[in-house]
């Protein structure tokens, strides 16, 4: 099990949650674990994956504070104690 942090306006599609605790094994996929965290916070469903599965372009998860996309994508393994941190796109001016 690990803790799943939340940013910006994903934040408000988990009904103001920061932190969920999502049930995860060492060695299972960043996309299990984005699939679990959508079953308990259904307001993510189409904020975070696409139809398709697929990392939305405009959204970018981080393990250890390192960005998937170097290391591995959505196919990237977990270890138990692992930090994950998921933001949307952000802009300001």
């Known amino acids: ?14 009904s103001g949650r920061r932190d ?17 965290l959508i079953e308990q916070a259904p307001g993510l469903e189409g904020q975070v994956l696409d ?15 390192r960005d998937i996309r170097y290391l591995g994508g959505l196919n990237a393994p977990l270890n138990a104690d692992q930090e994950v941190s998921i933001f949307p796109a952000v802009a300001g001016g």
Do not use: C, H
């Not at 599965?53 to 981080?62: D, E, H, K, Q, R």
């Open 51 to 65: 139809q398709d599965g697929t990392l939305l372009p405009f959204v970018s998860v981080f393990l250890n504070g």
């Open 1 to 14: 099990m690990g803790t799943v942090k939340l940013y910006a306006t994903l934040r408000d599609r988990a």
């Open 20 to 36: 969920i605790e999502v049930p995860w094994s060492a060695g299972e996929s960043v996309i299990t674990m984005i699939r679990q």
